[in-house]
């Protein structure tokens, strides 16, 4: 985390990349020199830290990690649990709308449940 004195509180710029979804339009074979080119012109702006979403590979984000300065935020996965991530360098940690959506499938459940 980062003070912004002009902010009166300590705040974080995450910096989203989108290369790596399907709406990103970037093609596969691009999408990795792409996210370190985006993500080196973010931190050179002032983002604090760099989020590569959808990013699913380990190999791709231990690359990231590596090329990009500074902090990257990773999303936990298939394969990416929370220690990998630690061991991978990954400083921040997403888990987007996958807590809300196990919720509400058990939700579903209990209320198909009383029908």
């Given amino acids: ?3 912004r004195p002009d902010a009166g ?4 710029v995450n910096a989203r990349i ?3 979804l399907p709406t990103g339009g970037i093609p596969a ?6 996210t370190v080119g985006r993500g ?5 702006a002032g983002a604090d830290c760099v989020y590569p979403i959808g990013v699913r590979d380990r190999h791709d984000l ?10 990257v935020n990773g999303n936990t996965g298939e394969g990416l649990d929370l220690a990998t991530l630690r061991e991978l360098g990954v400083a921040r940690v997403s888990y987007g709308p996958r807590i809300y959506r196990a919720a509400l499938a058990e939700l ?3 209320v198909q449940a009383l029908v």
Wanted: one cysteine or more.
């Fill in 18 to 20: 989108d290369t790596f």
């Fill in 1 to 3: 985390m980062c003070h």
């Fill in 108 to 110: 579903r459940s209990a």
């Fill in 40 to 44: 080196r012109l973010y931190r050179d």
């Fill in 9 to 12: 509180v300590p705040i974080v």
């Fill in 62 to 71: 231990a690359t990231l990690v590596e090329e990009l300065p500074g902090p």
């Fill in 29 to 34: 074979p691009e999408r990795l020199a792409e």
